[in-house]
């Protein structure tokens, strides 16, 4: 059987009861408001996770919604096998379908993390290069079709493209009211010297992704980061060309804070490190840097939200400095960045269960209605201390990851 | 490895102790961490903050 998308919605019901002994005690205790509650009646939604099952974030994620009583459905992303294989159909009815899961009315994509597009191995040689573009242009059309359906799509592919551009990013930030650090981005050695030489402050230097190089197959790990960068120790002009860099006055900070958006909502939170390294997540990684919850002031949540509706993001992880005037600096969002680790970090915190919120109410949900739902998700704890911890099976490497490279 | 003609962002990067390189496995960030690598063309990374 199958379900028209377009032309036909069809009347559904949803299932609430949760039979989970961990959150059956929540719900009952935390009664939602009749409207809420109404709106979910009528609206059965499957949650459907791009992202392998055993990604970092999707694992516990799916775990958390199945408990809480949703449908939950993960497509790793397109590619030849057939749990990847994908659908577009415009015959009498329009369909959409991702691996096995049909997309349906009033579902609820949230595009997490994508393997790229994966085309047979066995393809002839000669047809690899027109391979690999077909199936990058049909991704693209699964990805942007989804805005066209009738659902809700975390985040719009449209608005990760734009804001995935550290450009966009600065720009609009400033446009919306932030602080942001004077930046240059080029690969013109003029350019940088020029900046460099005409500048007082600190500086220092970014890269637009991050990298890693293996010294040796297995070897030692070196990874890019955030470096402190002089005029004196400014490389040849020639080194300049060999890639674009991002060169930023250094904010001499009090502490970072990572702020998590969802929808209407803003939180914020202090990450003190007691290191005072220039990028604080591999102390953070580590367990070295201590997490607390900050009030955002309210002009920066004005400005961040602003910026929401700027970009089209719905939810991301942001990046602030605070420096010892308290102004809040923004050095970046990416709107795909991890939260749950905040929870690993301070177990008081309960992002897990806000997201989930987030993710499964109406879009447009104030902070209150989001709020008043998130007991309904088991916590970061909960999933640590279940058996789907366990059972998690680890990520697989790619080995065509484009962002490895072997020196030896 | 000839060091010469390598990018400024690889003259700035960062080895990682071995209890930070346990973390990374072929590329590919295997436990809850602050920042996973992106799969190449897809989801950016959060895991290079300014100062």
């Known amino acids: 059987m199958t379900v028209c998308l377009f032309d036909h919605e069809p009347a559904k019901t949803v299932t609430l009861a949760n039979p989970n002994p961990i959150l059956r005690g929540r719900v009952s205790n935390h009664a939602r408001p009749p409207q809420l509650e109404q709106e979910r009646r009528n609206h059965q939604m499957k949650i459907l996770i791009t992202a392998p099952e055993n990604e970092n974030h999707t694992?516990?994620?799916?775990?958390?919604?199945?408990?809480?009583?949703?449908?939950?459905?993960?497509?790793?992303?397109?590619?030849?096998?057939e749990d990847r294989q994908a659908s577009i159909s415009l015959l009498a009815d329009t369909q959409l379908k991702l691996g096995r899961h049909l997309v349906e009315p009033?579902?609820?994509?949230?595009?997490?993390?994508?393997?790229?597009?994966?085309?047979?191995?066995?393809?002839?040689?000669?047809?690899?290069k027109f391979a690999a573009n077909e199936y990058r242009s049909f991704y693209d059309s699964l990805m942007y079709l989804l805005e066209a359906l009738p659902v809700?799509?975390?985040?719009?592919?449209?608005?990760?493209?734009?804001?995935?551009?550290?450009?966009?990013?600065?720009?609009?930030?400033?446009a919306c009211g932030m602080n942001v650090p004077g930046t240059l981005m080029t690969n013109s050695p003029q350019a940088v010297r020029e900046y460099f030489c005409g500048n007082p402050q600190r500086m220092i230097c970014k890269t637009?992704?991050?990298?890693?190089?293996?010294?040796?197959?297995?070897?030692?790990?070196v990874v890019t980061e955030t470096f402190e960068l002089s005029a004196d120790k400014l490389p040849s002009d020639e080194v300049l060309t060999y890639a674009p860099a991002i060169y930023q006055e250094l904010v001499v900070k009090k502490f970072d804070v990572r702020m998590v958006l969802l929808g209407a909502a803003v939180y914020s939170y202090s990450l003190h490190n007691p290191r005072g390294a220039l990028d604080w997540r591999g102390d953070a990684t580590q367990g070295l840097v201590r997490v607390e919850p900050i009030i955002t002031p309210p002009e920066v949540e004005k400005s961040v939200l602003a910026f929401a509706a700027k970009s089209g993001i719905a939810c991301g992880s942001f990046d602030f400095a605070i420096d010892n005037q308290d102004r809040w600096w923004f050095l970046e969002v990416n709107e795909g960045g991890q939260f749950l680790w905040l929870d690993a970090a301070n177990a008081d915190l309960h992002v897990q269960e806000k997201f989930l919120a987030f993710l499964t109410a109406p879009a447009g949900s104030s902070r209150q209605m989001l709020e008043a739902r998130q007991s309904e998700f088991p916590s970061w704890s909960d999933y640590l201390a279940s058996p789907a911890k366990d059972q998690q099976l680890p990520e697989e490497a790619d080995p065509d990851a484009s962002f490895v490279s072997i020196e030896a | 490895m000839n060091n010469d003609k390598r990018v400024l962002g690889r003259q700035g990067a960062k080895e990682l102790t071995p209890s930070e390189a346990d973390h990374v496995n072929g590329g590919i960030i295997t436990r809850l961490s602050v920042c996973t690598i992106p799969r190449p063309g897809t989801q950016g990374c959060d895991g290079d903050v300014t100062s």
């Open chain 1, 152 to 174: 809700r799509v975390v985040n719009k592919y449209t608005a990760s493209r734009f804001i995935n551009n550290k450009s966009v990013q600065l720009v609009l930030a400033r």
């Open chain 1, 59 to 81: 694992a516990p994620l799916k775990w958390a919604l199945e408990q809480a009583g949703y449908s939950v459905a993960c497509w790793a992303g397109l590619g030849w096998t």
């Open chain 1, 208 to 221: 637009f992704s991050t990298h890693i190089w293996e010294k040796e197959q297995g070897g030692p790990i």
């Open chain 1, 106 to 128: 009033g579902d609820v994509i949230w595009i997490r993390r994508p393997m790229q597009p994966r085309p047979n191995p066995q393809t002839s040689p000669a047809d690899a």
